[in-house]
Nanobody
Framework: QAQLVESGGGLVQAGGSLRLSCAAS????????IGWFRQAPGKEREFVTAINWNGVTTYYTDRVKGRFTISRDNAKNTVYLQMNSLKPEDTAVYYCAAARSRVRSEIPQSSVDSWGQGTQVTVSS
């Protein structure tokens, strides 16, 4: 199990940028991938991107590819989500998650062992 805490959310105008952080504590195992999901009001939670703790393998959905970048700092046990060129449709609560999954495609929510509590991202037009 991993304990995850997100931070960095806020209000930004369309076209702006934000950087989210996901800090892990407790028992964090190297075989766990870290993913980012988001949920807008009235919509289901959806996968955004993921990274493997033991490598540089990443995966992005088409909705964010080219705009978002996921990265890691293993010394700090932290994963970052750099979000550029933000759009109003990016508005959502963003959650990080630890999953028993390879980073080959979208991580299924059934593979998630631990969720953070989420951080609100609001993009105004």
């Amino acid at each position: 199990q991993a304990q995850l805490v997100e931070s960095g959310g806020g209000l930004v105008q369309a076209g702006g940028s934000l950087r989210l952080s996901c800090a892990a504590s407790g028992r964090t195992f190297s075989n766990y991938a870290i993913g980012w999901f988001r949920q807008a009001p009235g919509k289901e939670r959806e996968f955004v991107t993921a990274i493997n703790w033991n490598g540089v393998t990443t995966y992005y959905t088409d909705r964010v590819k080219g705009r978002f970048t996921i990265s890691r700092d293993n010394a700090k046990n932290t994963v970052y989500l750099q979000m550029n060129s933000l759009k109003p449709e990016d508005t959502a609560v963003y959650y990080c998650a630890a999953a028993r999954s390879r980073v080959r495609s979208e991580i299924p929510q059934s593979s998630v062992d631990s969720w953070g509590q989420g951080t609100q991202v609001t993009v105004s037009s």
